[in-house]
């Protein structure tokens, strides 16, 4: 398997611009997160998903932030409209539930680096 | 409310050297406890997990962890450190209820 695949690895754009985040998670998978990582923050978790139905998105910052899973094997993070503060890496992770129908191993992608000017 | 303590933000260690990676948990059962590491530039790794049975769970890259419940802590150790293992490392927690919840993380740093 390839992994929990993201994209753009990198992201530049200019404040007030709309950007969107993508993520594959690994094929079976059944729950994805978002999470975003900050030097002062670490890292927060945003939002998840279980069967593409969001089950928590209380870690979502604001109204500007949205997210979607419209099939298992996709899933955005739309900013619009970016701010500076809103500048760092975002991780999109994947699992498949262990025993006791908890959450198991977590597996990353290579996280998507966006930079708001 | 489930929480993960990482008391060390910044380690240093000799190449060679043994390592003790700190974390202690707040949690009023038995939790899922985890250990990632994360390579600059890199996502999140997996090196072990533990769920139940032995206290003591062996890893990837030679390393391994004890849950003590006594101490509410799961440290992180290593016998021998490489220059390879310079990462940040986290330690997190499964309460059933939510999915992880991540330490703040401890940055290792090796020096030869």
């Known amino acids: 398997d390839a992994g929990v695949i993201q994209s753009p690895r990198h992201e530049v754009t200019e404040m007030g611009q709309e950007v969107t985040l993508r993520c594959k998670p690994i094929s079976g998978h059944d729950y994805l997160f978002w999470y975003r990582q900050t030097m002062m923050r670490g890292l927060e978790l945003l939002i998840y998903f279980n069967n593409n139905v969001p089950i928590d998105d209380s870690g979502m910052p604001e109204d500007r932030f949205s997210a979607k899973m419209p099939n298992a094997s996709f899933s955005t993070l739309k900013i619009q409209p970016s701010e500076p503060r809103d500048s760092a890496v975002y991780f999109c992770?994947?699992?498949?539930?262990?025993?006791?129908?908890?959450?198991?191993?977590?597996?990353f992608g290579p996280g998507t680096r966006l930079t708001v000017l | 409310a489930q929480s993960v303590t990482q008391p060390d933000i910044h380690i240093t260690v000799s190449e060679g050297a043994s390592l003790e990676l700190r974390c202690n948990y707040s949690y009023g059962a038995t939790p899922y406890l985890f250990w990632y590491v994360q390579s600059p530039g890199q996502g999140l790794q997996l090196l072990l997990k533990?769920?139940?049975?032995?206290?003591l769970v062996q890893g990837i890259k030679g390393f391994e962890a004890e849950f003590k419940r006594s101490q509410s802590s799961f440290n992180l150790r290593k016998p021998s450190v490489h220059w390879s293992d310079a990462a940040e490392y986290f330690c997190a927690l499964d309460g059933g209820n939510t999915p992880l919840v991540f330490g703040k993380g401890t940055r290792l740093s090796v020096i030869a």
């Open positions: 992770a994947s699992s498949t539930p262990g025993n006791l129908a908890r959450t198991d191993t977590q597996y």
């Open positions: 533990y769920f139940s049975g032995d206290t």
